[in-house]
């Protein structure tokens, strides 16, 4: 074999090299957008429950006493869960607070008679529950992606890609509504 062969072979396997590992990076940046497009949809809907949740506080005000140190909590809860972004563990402790906090609330409308009459309640409840089902969905679709992601930074041909340009495991999103 002549030096041309072995330079033609040689240069054959880099440029392959160089595809795959192309190719590689841009499907793992391709997936990160996406996730981070669904985590966006999420934070949005989140966001719009931290909106009414002031509301939902003036409501419950007007009609018991008792649920001063709920609506304490929640303010609290509220304040941490804005302040943190990212789809990291506190945010779930934070928002999985938040869900607890409104599911107390909604326990009292059913001790307090009056208040399960309030018609401003009761929108408040139903535009909750809804965005809930959103957050629930949109986090259902942003955890798959996440799955997808682990999944692809494991298969054995873009398990190499994933460790030398540094693409590391996500974790889930979930907590409990």
């Known amino acids: 074999m002549d030096i041309t062969n072995i330079l033609l ?8 090299i160089v595809i795959w590992s192309t190719t590689g990076i841009r499907h793992f940046y391709h997936l990160g957008n996406l996730i981070d497009k669904q985590w966006n949809r999420v934070n949005n809907n989140l966001r719009k429950r931290h909106d009414l949740i002031p509301n939902l506080i003036e409501t419950m ?5 008792d649920s001063e140190d709920i609506s304490k909590s929640l303010i609290k809860a509220r304040i941490k869960a804005i302040k943190d972004y990212c789809p990291c563990m506190n945010k ?3 928002e999985h607070e ?3 906090l409104i599911n107390k609330i909604v326990f009292l409308s059913i001790v307090v008679p009056s208040l399960r009459k309030d018609t401003n309640f009761m929108e408040l409840r139903t535009e909750i529950d809804g965005i809930e089902n959103k957050i629930n969905m949109e986090t259902n679709k942003y955890n798959e992606l996440i799955r997808k992601y682990n999944r692809h930074r494991n298969k054995w041909y873009l398990k190499p890609i994933s460790y030398v340009f540094g693409f590391d495991l996500e974790k889930i999103f979930e907590f409990e509504m």
């Open 9 to 16: 072979v040689i240069s054959a396997i880099l440029f392959l």
């Open 61 to 65: 005000r007007n009609y018991k006493s």
């Open 92 to 94: 779930v402790i934070y």
């Open 98 to 100: 938040i869900s607890t």
